[in-house]
């Protein structure tokens, strides 16, 4: 009889490990996903920079509009990985957050989006 009960604990053991490790990797997920949209915004900000230096671009509303949605997208990202840290401090689930985050990764890659659509309408 205790030998099932202890073939029992470790199998509840495994699954819990297993949760904890598929918790982690989420977690961690979501942190990078945050984290590129972020570093890819400001690498399309660093490239219309370049092309306006370069006065392939004419300084116009169409930039001023891509710029200002770009850095919409990376404040975004910022406030995402900020809410998820905040978070997982007070003990908060990881699960328990998704759908927020769902909605900050939403808002953040079509702001990205957009701001890169709109200034490429711009150019041709």
Same mark, same amino acid.
Request: with cysteine.
């Given at each position: 009889? @205790?030998?099932?009960?202890? @073939?029992? !604990?470790?199998?509840?053991? %495994?699954?819990? +490990? !297993?949760?904890?490790?598929? @918790? %982690? /990797? %989420? %977690? @961690?997920?979501?942190?990078?996903?945050?984290?590129?949209?972020?570093?890819?915004? *400001?690498?399309?900000?660093?490239?219309?920079?370049? /092309?306006?230096?370069?006065?392939?671009?004419?300084?116009? !509303? $169409?930039?001023?509009?891509? /710029?200002?949605?770009?850095?919409?997208?990376?404040?975004?990202?910022?406030?995402?990985? #900020?809410?998820?840290? #905040?978070? /997982?401090?007070?003990?908060? $689930?990881?699960? +328990?957050?998704?759908?927020?985050?769902?909605?900050?990764?939403?808002? *953040?890659?079509?702001?990205?989006?957009?701001?890169?659509?709109?200034? *490429?309408?711009?150019?041709?």
């Amino acid at each position: 009889m @205790e030998a099932i009960k202890l @073939e029992e !604990n470790s199998e509840l053991d %495994t699954v819990n +490990k !297993n949760r904890v490790k598929n @918790e %982690t /990797l %989420t %977690t @961690e997920l979501h942190f990078e996903l945050l984290k590129q949209y972020a570093w890819l915004s *400001s690498a399309v900000i660093g490239a219309i920079i370049i /092309l306006v230096q370069l006065k392939a671009v004419e300084m116009g !509303n $169409d930039v001023y509009i891509s /710029l200002g949605l770009l850095s919409l997208s990376i404040f975004f990202s910022l406030v995402g990985q #900020d809410h998820m840290v #905040d978070s /997982l401090l007070k003990g908060k $689930d990881i699960y +328990k957050i998704s759908k927020v985050l769902k909605l900050i990764r939403v808002v *953040s890659m079509g702001c990205l989006g957009l701001g890169a659509g709109y200034f *490429s309408a711009g150019i041709f």
